[in-house]
């Protein structure tokens, strides 16, 4: 336990005694997890928003001509048993006629009168089947093809790759900039530590000569990162908090035409995984920035 | 060589740097517990390669160290630091921290090896008595004089009573009158039952005080005589 206090107090006088180092060392790791925190926001914001847009991205499944209801129902059962269906919902000739002259005339009626009542789309009777993962939808549109009584299946395969495509892109980007800037954040800190041992190398030296144990010397420089780990991911986290809501407000604030799209999630929930998160990568990146530097400086003299 | 029970004993030792150099070669001795020992020679003479060779710092590269019944050629790296308890080392440069006071840098070599506060407050005073720094406790390196800072580092390679006492040329930076305090001091920590080996350049002091002496030269015994004088 004394030990314990030891290492804890010559750490701070570590960090204090070479405060430029350790102040790099904190601002990079701030620097670093404000934008992984910015970037899990983005992402987490953007699958929420995936997750929204896939529920409303669906396959239209149209029948062979003549096909009873019984069957069109025997149809839709086998639909159903998909695992990554999550509803579907008939729509019938009468209803597809109305839709499509809402959608393209409004509420002209002009020109479906010159139908004389006949409904053009009397054979595009459909279902609209909608997804749990909208990754699926090839496959499942694939199978459903093979169902005896199928005519055509429509999918919204392009928008559902495209989706699927940009939040993969978006998420190796946040992870390739985080690494690079973790690997930064892991050298400055190996630096900081490498100047307080060269600093300490005669106290280091005294201590090797009297006796101390390995675990006695290194233990100030690990609590050193450690501290400098945990204030670097503080610093971030409360700038995130403060400026989280803030950001929310400003962007549906600009863009309330896209208000139908864009749904975020809430404070609470992104800070359930971001204060574990960062904590645990300061502290982490913290410990291992000093480890390294502890192992190659301290390994030549002990 | 003496009758005494040896505290250290080096059999057949050489040691060769990788550089090609040979520090020490075929090193026969040695040294009875409770003995004062002066070890002499000139520069390159090896004198710093023995000191470090006990401290465990430099490894022999032929030959067997015994030192208070541990086979020092044998220590394991993560057995060193213990090993080093039964050493105290006093350098030429004293070696304090200049950012703690007399207290601290004594209570420090207390500390390592785990001894409780009102026990290390007892030891530090106490020692600090022996040494003559009774209350200069509160003192930093740079208010006390070169004497009075050896005397600090003898404290501190003191307070944890170890067996031997190492000291590499403990009066190379004090005035003649410091010097002979500072041999006395020794020759004090001598008589309360520890082993102490000096290495020096000091002629005056070796040839008046009568001790054992051993000579080194590039690297070999070139004599080893109780209550010798300083061969050049």
Known sequence: ?302 | MNTKEALITLQDVSVTYPTGTHALQQINLQVGKGEFVFVVGSSGSGKSTFIKTLLGEVKATHGKIFVAQKQLDRIKRKELPYYRRILGVVFQEFRLLKDRNVYENVALAQRVVGVSKQKIEKNVMNILELVGLSGKEKMRPKELSGGEQQRVAIARAMVNRPAILLADEPTGNLDPQNSWEIMKLLEEVNRLGTTVIVVTHNHEIVNKMKKRVIALHSGRITSDEMQGGYIQ
């Not at chain 1, 030990?3 to 570590?14: A, D, L, P």
């Not at chain 1, 102040?23 to 997750?51: D, E």
């Not at chain 1, 959608?103 to 054979?123: C, H, I, Q, R």
């Not at chain 1, 499942?140 to 429509?154: F, L, T």
Request: hydrophobic share 50%; with cysteine; net charge positive.
């Open chain 1, 1 to 302: 336990m004394r030990t314990f206090v030891y290492g804890i107090k010559q750490g701070v006088k570590n960090i204090v005694q070479n405060r430029l180092f350790s102040l790099a060392a904190i601002g990079t790791i701030a620097t670093c997890l404000f934008l992984l925190g910015i970037f899990y926001a983005l992402v987490s914001n953007f699958q929420n928003m995936v997750y929204h847009a896939e529920s409303s991205v669906g396959i239209t499944v149209f029948f062979e001509e003549g096909i009873s209801q019984k069957q069109i129902d025997a149809i839709g059962d086998k639909i159903k048993a998909y695992k990554d269906v999550d509803k579907i919902k008939f729509i019938s000739a009468k209803e597809a006629w109305e839709k499509f002259q809402k959608e393209m005339y409004g509420d002209d009626k002009s020109v479906a009168d010159t139908f004389n009542g006949v409904n053009p789309l009397e054979n595009s009777a459909s279902y609209e089947v909608y997804l749990t993962e909208v990754k699926e939808q090839n496959k499942i549109a694939q199978e459903i093809e093979g169902i005896d009584g199928v005519r055509k299946v429509n999918g919204s395969r392009s928008v559902a790759k495209g989706l699927n495509s940009f939040n993969l892109l978006v998420a190796y980007v946040s992870a390739t900039i985080i690494i690079l800037l973790l690997l930064i954040s892991v050298f400055l800190i190996s630096t900081a530590v490498a100047s307080g041992i060269r600093v300490r190398r005669d106290e280091i030296s005294i201590l090797q000569y009297i006796g101390a144990t390995d675990a006695f010397i290194k233990m100030p420089f690990w609590f050193e990162g450690i501290l400098i780990g945990f204030c670097g991911a503080i610093v971030p986290l409360v700038l995130l908090s403060v400026l989280y809501d803030k950001m929310i407000a400003f962007v549906l604030e600009h863009f309330s035409a896209l208000s139908e799209w864009l749904t975020f999630v809430s404070t609470g929930k992104v800070f359930r995984t971001l204060i574990p998160m960062s904590l645990a990568v300061g502290v982490g990146i913290g410990l291992v920035g000093s480890a390294l530097s502890v192992r190659k400086h301290l390994r030549r003299s002990l």
